[in-house]
């Protein structure tokens, strides 16, 4: 499985646009790098919240249904547009914590090293 970091331009808070305006922007943006049919999954606190093993055997799953691309989202400050989220294959959480964009990509990036370990069989999840 190869791994890519994809990132959409940033909306600045400091605009005069509203919370949701500035998420539907970056959601266009979003849609914009998204590899055709891909299959995507958005990480949102309400999302389903999974163990290490569930996320291992959810990436076999979607592997074997014949998916290429497996993208998850990350929203900004503001989260996800709704538009966007309802366009996911699945809603997923890391934790019903509120994290900083980029510490839920660190927290994300961890899981799917430790889903590849769990799925290659190596003891790393223990």
Do not use: W
């Amino acid at each position: 499985m190869d791994i890519k970091v994809l990132q959409a331009k940033r909306i600045k808070a400091g605009s005069k646009k509203s919370h949701q305006e500035i998420t539907e922007l970056e959601a266009n943006a979003i849609r914009k790098i998204l590899p055709v049919s891909s299959y995507t999954i958005a990480m949102e606190p309400t999302g389903r919240p999974l163990t290490s093993e569930d996320l291992a055997r959810t990436i076999t799953d979607i592997e074997t249904m014949g998916h290429r691309d497996l993208v998850f989202i990350i929203g900004g400050p503001f989260g996800l547009a709704a538009s966007l989220v309802t366009q996911c294959n699945q809603r997923l959480s890391l934790s019903p914590m509120t994290f900083t964009h980029d510490m839920a990509r660190l927290i994300l990036a961890e899981q799917i090293y430790r889903a590849c370990t769990i799925r290659a069989g190596l003891p790393y999840h223990h």
